[in-house]
């Protein structure tokens, strides 16, 4: 079992810059492949970023990919998004996920989940 709490969402003007940190309980984290999803409203869950175990291998949505970095720290437990160049497309809520499969774009994939933290990005 997994506990997932996100932080660092806000409203911030079109270019700015956020970064979203995922803390996680239990002694099991680095076993787990984590990622980003964000779901704007009316919109379906999608996919943003993914890291594996030993935060080496990073994936990423076309639509993020160079504007986003996603790091993590298995000593603290902890998974960031640094979020840069925001435009207001980006505006979601951002959740967390601990997957128990490996096909990161696919939420089924995903085992655990953030409560999720709100990005606003104004124009």
């Known amino acids: 079992q997994v506990q997932l709490v996100e932080a660092g969402g806000g409203l911030v003007q079109a270019g700015g810059s956020l970064r979203l940190s995922c803390a996680a309980s239990?002694?099991?984290?680095?076993?787990?492949?984590m990622g980003w999803f964000r779901q704007a409203p009316g919109k379906e869950r999608e996919f943003v970023a993914a890291?594996?175990?030993?935060?080496?291998?990073?994936y990423y949505a076309a639509s993020v990919k160079d504007r986003f970095t996603i790091s993590r720290d298995n000593a603290k437990n902890t998974v960031y998004l640094q979020v840069n160049s925001l435009k207001p497309s980006d505006t979601a809520v951002y959740y967390c996920?601990?997957?128990?499969?490996?096909?990161?774009?696919?939420?089924?994939?995903?085992?655990?989940w953030g409560q999720g933290t709100q990005v606003t990005v104004s124009s």
């Open positions: 996920a601990a997957y128990l499969a490996t096909y990161y774009s696919d939420p089924t994939s995903v085992g655990y």
């Open positions: 239990g002694r099991t984290f680095s076993t787990y492949v």
């Open positions: 890291i594996d175990r030993s935060g080496r291998n990073t």
